[in-house]
């Protein structure tokens, strides 16, 4: 559910961010070999049982709790009144086939920032027998990469991930949405989750934020206190650069997208 985050020939990218009835207790599960298994635990914080599998990034524990798994953002469900997008249903059907091998029974590896602010519990899961979740989503081309700081724990490891479905134009990576939408076109879109690529016109600061402005009305803003994640990426370093930024595209007022981390960019030819 989208709220609450690479490499290719010719493109550089820049990084370099159910049905149970209990909770499950018991001593944590031990993480497997980090060469077992891909984006492997390095420790687990508990042992829970999901109760309802709600969408493709986001599990409902036995507990009440709901859990919004990091990392990952996988197509919306239908939700008032607005269409399904493709392959949200996919990415629910992968999570639910996923969890119910192991009985619905989960590990969590706990984020740096516990809950969102939506309340919901941030985690990684994995499977009972010690597969990553959200590996395994984006391995199918079900979800894509984002990064929110501080929780970057396995970026590096989902952003390749991530990459190789996306050179074999596995799943959503098949669909213009995630191929690069023209800034022109964006607030055509009603908002949502997109690839948006173009030049970046000019770079300006105000009070709270640093905009990298790409025409036609769209900015990609930075807030000031996201700038400590670009120290290796400066914003004077692309002007007049040709990007891709992937995040949520807001058209209030002025269409933009918010840049939390250097994941979110990569220069194009």
């Known amino acids: 559910m989208a709220a ?146 501080p929780n970057l724990w396995q970026q590096p490891c989902y952003l390749q991930t991530a990459q190789r479905a996306r050179e074999a134009q596995r799943g959503i990576w098949s669909l213009p949405r995630y191929q690069g939408v023209h800034p022109r076109a964006v607030r055509a879109t009603g908002g949502g989750f997109y690839a948006v690529r173009g030049r970046i016109e000019s770079v300006k600061r105000t009070r709270h934020s640093v905009w990298l402005n790409m025409g036609y009305d769209f900015g990609l803003r930075i807030a000031k206190d996201d700038l400590l994640q670009f120290r290796s990426l400066t914003p004077d370093s692309l002007r007049l650069k040709s990007v891709r930024a992937l995040g949520w595209v807001n058209v209030r007022k002025r269409p933009s997208m918010r840049i939390r981390h250097p994941s979110q960019l990569e220069i194009v030819k």
């Open 4 to 149: 609450n985050p690479d490499r290719r020939g010719g493109v550089r990218l820049l990084y370099g961010a159910l049905l149970g009835s209990a909770l499950f207790i018991c001593l944590p599960l031990p993480p497997p070999p980090a060469s077992a298994q891909p984006c492997a635990a390095d420790r687990l914080d508990e042992q829970a049982q999901v109760r309802r599998v709600h969408d493709g990034d986001t599990v409902i524990l036995s507990d009440g709790r709901k859990v919004r798994l990091i990392g990952i953002n996988t197509p919306e469900l239908v939700r008032n009144r607005v269409p399904a997008e493709a392959f949200s249903a996919d990415a629910r059907t992968l999570l639910q086939t996923l969890l119910a091998e192991g009985g619905f029974r989960v590990g969590l590896r706990h984020g740096a920032e516990r809950y969102d602010r939506y309340s919901r519990s941030l985690a990684h899961v994995f499977t009972s027998d010690g597969r990553n979740v959200q590996e395994l989503l984006l391995q199918h081309g079900l979800a894509a990469p984002i990064a929110f700081p």
